[in-house]
Nanobody
């Protein structure tokens, strides 16, 4: 099992930046695909970005490509989401998730471990 704790959310104006962090514990972190998902009020949770266990592969939903960057530091058991050029439509609770099987998925069903979420609010 991988325990995940997100931090770094907050209130920012449109065009601003935030960096989310996800601290992981558990021996399987370094082999896990790590993902970020988000859930806006009244909407389903949706995939944002993910990174392979070694960091060599990353993939994003189209709406954040060129603005968000996912990275990981396996020595620190931490994954990051750098968010630039934020828009009001990026407002959501952001969740960190781990897929211990190391797949290249975008479905929440493929991620078995989840953090509690951190709120990101972008004002216009």
């Amino acid at each position: 099992q991988v325990q995940l704790v997100e931090s770094g959310g907050g209130l920012v104006q449109a065009g601003g930046s935030l960096r989310l962090s996800c601290a992981a514990s558990g021996r399987t972190f370094r082999a896990a695909t790590m993902g970020w998902f988000r859930q806006a009020p009244g909407k389903e949770r949706r995939f944002v970005a993910a990174i392979s266990w070694g960091g060599g592969n990353t993939w994003y939903t189209d709406s954040v490509k060129g603005r968000f960057t996912i990275s990981r530091d396996n020595a620190k058991n931490t994954v990051y989401l750098q968010m630039n050029s934020l828009k009001p439509e990026d407002t959501a609770v952001y969740y960190c998730a781990a897929d211990r099987y190391g797949r290249y998925g975008t479905s929440g069903d493929e991620y078995g471990d989840w953090g509690q979420g951190t709120q990101v609010t972008v004002s216009s």
